[in-house]
């Protein structure tokens, strides 16, 4: 059973085949690509993770210094489109990378799991559909044969796992 951790987020993914932290430098080209956090492959799809927890606790003094001026950045960054259009170019390199790789054989969904305490489900929709606009989702080319990604959610901790689906997220203590 797989499980990969994020800062203070600790995700447990028991239906995945393979599992991966996907931005670390490991991959080579962090000097020219973004990446999401997390890469999932399961029996029948591909799940691309990308974690946003501005509010965090930073247990770090020197972090926590900084943490009121990043987290007002963050969220001028969502309330200006920003945030979407980084979250975008995050999903895209990282499936030129895996393609480039041989391995999309599977659909790709792209979750967001973005944790604002402030942000309502009707937020969170919102942020959704932004997303989905600048990635494209829908409609795509005809000439295309598949579309870039099957599916896109943004969703907090609470929402990823009422909903079960691929696993769970907590808080380490």
Same mark, same amino acid.
């Given at each position: 059973?797989?499980?990969?951790?994020?800062?203070?987020?600790?995700?447990?993914?028991?239906?995945?085949?393979?599992?991966?932290?996907?931005?670390?430098?490991?991959?080579?080209?962090?000097?020219?690509?973004?990446?999401?956090?997390?890469?999932?492959?399961?029996?029948?799809?591909?799940?691309?993770?990308?974690?946003?927890?501005?509010?965090?606790?930073? @247990?770090?003094?020197?972090?926590?210094?900084? /943490?009121? *001026?990043? %987290?007002?950045? #963050? $969220?001028? =960054?969502?309330? @200006?489109?920003?945030?979407?259009?980084?979250? /975008?170019? *995050?999903? %895209?390199?990282? #499936? $030129?990378? =895996?393609?480039?790789?041989?391995?999309?054989?599977?659909?790709?969904?792209?979750?967001?799991?973005?944790?604002?305490?402030?942000?309502?489900?009707?937020?969170?929709?919102?942020?959704?559909?932004?997303?989905?606009?600048?990635?494209?989702?829908?409609?795509?080319?005809?000439?295309?044969?598949?579309?870039?990604?099957?599916?896109?959610?943004?969703?907090?901790?609470?929402?990823?796992?009422?909903?079960?689906?691929?696993?769970?997220?907590?808080?380490?203590?």
């Amino acid at each position: 059973m797989p499980v990969l951790i994020e800062r203070e987020l600790e995700f447990d993914f028991p239906a995945a085949v393979q599992a991966r932290k996907f931005d670390h430098d490991d991959h080579g080209l962090s000097h020219c690509m973004k990446a999401v956090d997390f890469i999932v492959e399961l029996a029948d799809r591909y799940l691309f993770v990308e974690v946003k927890d501005p509010f965090t606790t930073l @247990s770090d003094p020197a972090a926590a210094t900084n /943490a009121d *001026k990043a %987290r007002k950045a #963050f $969220l001028n =960054r969502l309330s @200006s489109n920003r945030l979407p259009l980084e979250l /975008a170019r *995050k999903y %895209r390199d990282s #499936f $030129l990378y =895996r393609w480039a790789e041989g391995k999309l054989d599977k659909d790709v969904y792209y979750v967001v799991l973005l944790e604002i305490p402030s942000l309502d489900p009707a937020e969170y929709l919102a942020i959704t559909e932004r997303l989905k606009r600048v990635l494209p989702t829908n409609p795509v080319p005809p000439s295309w044969s598949r579309p870039l990604v099957q599916g896109v959610a943004v969703m907090n901790m609470a929402s990823w796992n009422a909903l079960g689906t691929y696993g769970s997220v907590r808080r380490i203590p």
